[in-house]
């Protein structure tokens, strides 16, 4: 039952166009890609971060909004203080020059403070509905492509996002227009009392340097031996068991900690670097096999050139 792995890394379409994407070593690359191929689909596993990974930074000429982003939780009083929130916090998420200690304690303040403020300002299931109806979210041209050949191959995708997981699920269930068995999403979760009203969050808080923290969750079951409910961020990935390659995608330095809990024989990484390009391009093709540039100036020219081919 092994198949070879078409999933194409992405190419750069006309070599006079913008170069969008990044190799920062291709000899390497080209190994593991031979090494992922060889072993086939049945050992493959992808890992994916969700916001401007899978969604799209820009979204109609405008900029696409994050799972927290788009969430109106019905009082513009804390709408108002979770933006302003974001204004102050995320220049510090994507400033290079704030050592990371430093920027995980600052990130750990912001994600307290807005989960926080969704409980206390009131939430409730509907909200999310009609939040995710509203929002400017939208996923990355060949994305939906990208489910279905994961799906027909029974590769695993775990979605693992610092954002709110009952977003993206929400999301998944707007914007695709079917369910995709073999998708897990590892993310905050919300729990809510019996009138659908937000009482708090399952599990430690995820935030985007802490993911490797979290990347052994995801092997952690729904249900303990007893059958009770296991506090945990994780979804019960028991599907990745075994599958010793894998793909991971991400936007983020951090996102590489994604993969941390899985004892890989090969990785290949891809990072969209959305902005600030100049600064994090050096880091970014070190720390990535390969680099997606996706700044709001090249945005509709290189989405085009992420499609796998
Ligand atoms: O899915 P992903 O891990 O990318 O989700 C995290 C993103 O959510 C961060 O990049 C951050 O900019 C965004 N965020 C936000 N508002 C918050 C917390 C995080 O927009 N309160
Ligand atoms: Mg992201």
Same mark, same amino acid.
């Given at each position: 039952?092994? &198949?070879?792995?078409?999933?194409?890394?992405?190419?750069?379409?006309?070599?006079?166009?913008?170069?969008?994407?990044?190799?920062?070593?291709?000899?390497?690359?080209?190994?593991?890609?031979?090494?992922?191929?060889?072993?086939?689909?049945? +050992? /493959?596993?992808?890992?994916?971060?969700?916001?401007?990974?899978?969604?799209?930074?820009?979204?109609? !000429?405008?900029?696409? @909004?994050?799972?927290?982003?788009?969430?109106?939780?019905?009082?513009?009083?804390?709408?108002?203080?979770? @933006? #302003?929130?974001?204004?102050?916090?995320?220049?510090?998420?994507?400033?290079?020059?704030?050592?990371?200690?430093?920027?995980?304690?600052?990130?750990?303040?912001?994600?307290?403070?807005?989960?926080?403020?969704?409980?206390?300002?009131?939430?409730?299931?509907?909200?999310?509905?009609?939040?995710? =109806?509203?929002?400017?979210?939208?996923?990355?041209?060949?994305?939906? %492509?990208?489910?279905?050949?994961?799906? !027909?191959?029974?590769?695993?995708?775990?979605?693992?996002?610092?954002?709110?997981?009952?977003?993206?699920? =929400?999301?998944?269930? @707007?914007? /695709? &227009?079917?369910?995709?068995?073999?998708?897990?999403?590892?993310?905050?979760?919300?729990?809510?009392?019996?009138?659908?009203?937000?009482?708090?969050?399952?599990?430690?808080?995820? &935030?985007?340097?802490?993911?490797? =923290?979290?990347?052994? %969750?995801?092997?952690?079951?729904? &249900?303990?031996?007893?059958?009770?409910?296991?506090?945990?961020?994780?979804?019960?990935?028991?599907?990745?068991?075994?599958?010793?390659?894998?793909?991971?995608?991400?936007?983020?330095? !951090?996102?590489?900690?994604?993969?941390?809990?899985?004892?890989?024989?090969?990785?290949?990484?891809?990072?969209?670097?959305?902005?600030?390009? #100049?600064?994090?391009?050096?880091?970014?093709?070190?720390?990535?096999?390969?680099?997606?540039?996706?700044?709001?100036?090249?945005?509709?020219? +290189? @989405?085009?050139?992420?499609?796998?081919?």
């Amino acid at each position: 039952d092994q &198949h070879a792995v078409n999933v194409e890394c992405p190419k750069v379409a006309n070599p006079n166009m913008s170069p969008n994407i990044v190799i920062g070593n291709p000899d390497e690359l080209a190994k593991k890609k031979a090494a992922i191929r060889a072993a086939g689909m049945s +050992s /493959l596993q992808v890992i994916a971060d969700f916001d401007m990974t899978l969604t799209k930074y820009m979204v109609e !000429g405008r900029r696409g @909004q994050s799972t927290h982003a788009l969430l109106s939780q019905g009082s513009s009083d804390y709408d108002r203080k979770r @933006q #302003e929130l974001f204004d102050l916090y995320y220049p510090m998420e994507i400033s290079p020059l704030i050592p990371v200690d430093e920027k995980t304690e600052l990130m750990e303040t912001w994600w307290g403070k807005s989960h926080a403020l969704l409980v206390e300002g009131g939430l409730n299931i509907e909200n999310i509905r009609n939040s995710v =109806e509203r929002g400017t979210v939208g996923f990355r041209e060949g994305i939906t %492509e990208f489910f279905e050949i994961l799906d !027909g191959e029974n590769v695993p995708l775990l979605i693992f996002s610092a954002g709110l997981a009952d977003i993206i699920e =929400e999301i998944l269930r @707007q914007k /695709l &227009h079917r369910v995709f068995p073999n998708i897990r999403v590892v993310s905050n979760r919300m729990n809510f009392d019996k009138d659908g009203n937000l009482i708090g969050f399952v599990g430690k808080t995820i &935030h985007v340097l802490n993911k490797n =923290e979290h990347a052994l %969750e995801m092997a952690a079951p729904l &249900h303990d031996e007893e059958g009770h409910a296991v506090a945990s961020n994780g979804n019960g990935a028991s599907i990745v068991k075994g599958r010793k390659n894998v793909l991971l995608l991400g936007d983020h330095i !951090g996102d590489l900690g994604m993969s941390d809990g899985v004892a890989y024989d090969n990785r290949i990484s891809v990072g969209f670097l959305n902005e600030n390009v #100049e600064n994090w391009l050096d880091t970014y093709s070190k720390a990535f096999d390969i680099v997606v540039l996706v700044s709001s100036a090249v945005s509709s020219k +290189s @989405q085009s050139l992420i499609k796998t081919s």
